[in-house]
């Protein structure tokens, strides 16, 4: 059974940095590029980054790019989401997902609140 | 970036259908027959429903049904039921393993 498990969410204050992971388990997790995707409390979903199979190549939404970095770790099927200079507008649950034009698999989502 | 437009919200008795647009441009929907849709209930992930235009996941009944016109996709719901009462989001990629979501339809079964 797929499974993709957030962890690292929490409370930061504006200027501050967090770390997600996801950890994959139930397929092979290097086959896959991956992407996390945000969605800030009652709105829509906003694709924030996406890293390929092998980590090489990485792509971001505009609004993070410098701030936030992708990265994954294919012998502990983990995925990583550095999030530095973190700003309130950055508040929201924040899912990783397997894929990217067709996300199949989601994880349950963690929540980051930026606030003073 | 700009997301891709739908509409707010639409709504049908159980039976009937309901279709949902995807607005977007020639550099993303129009350009790419990459477009997904997703179901959300409140609460829960999104769960994958639609891609690559029409293709449905294995275990996603054939109620749902995917469609694409220049730079507008459409998600058909046949044969509404409760549990499709959700917030509906295309996806589409836009270029460059960039990926675009549509702003959302919030799906009400009468």
């Known amino acids: 059974e797929v499974q993709l498990v957030e962890s690292g969410g929490g409370w930061v204050q504006p200027g501050g940095s967090l770390r997600l992971s996801c950890e994959a388990s139930?397929?092979?997790?290097?086959?896959?590029?991956m992407t996390w995707v945000r969605q800030a409390p009652g709105k829509g979903l906003e694709w924030v980054a996406s890293v390929e199979e092998h980590g090489g190549d990485k792509s971001y939404v505009d609004s993070v790019k410098g701030r936030f970095t992708i990265s994954r770790d294919n012998a502990a099927n983990s995925l990583s989401l550095q999030m530095n200079s973190l700003r309130p507008e950055d508040t929201a649950v924040y899912y990783c997902g397997r894929g990217l034009t067709r996300i199949d698999y989601w994880g349950q989502g963690t929540l980051v609140t930026v606030s003073s | 970036q700009s997301a891709l437009t739908q509409p707010p919200s639409a709504s049908g008795s159980p039976g009937q259908s309901v279709t949902i647009s995807c607005t977007g441009t020639?550099?993303?929907?129009?350009?790419?027959?990459?477009v997904s849709w997703y179901r959300q209930h409140p609460g829960k992930a999104p769960e994958l429903i639609i891609y690559?235009?029409?293709k449905r996941p294995s275990g996603v009944p054939d109620r749902f049904s995917g469609s694409k016109s220049g730079n507008t996709a459409s998600l058909t719901v046949s044969g509404l039921q409760a549990e499709d009462e959700a917030d509906y989001y295309c996806s589409s990629s836009a270029g460059s393993n960039n990926l675009v979501f549509g702003t959302g339809t919030k799906v009400t079964v009468l």
């Open positions: 690559e235009v029409s």
């Open positions: 020639s550099n993303d929907v129009g350009g790419y027959n990459y």
């Open positions: 139930g397929f092979t997790f290097s086959g896959y590029r």
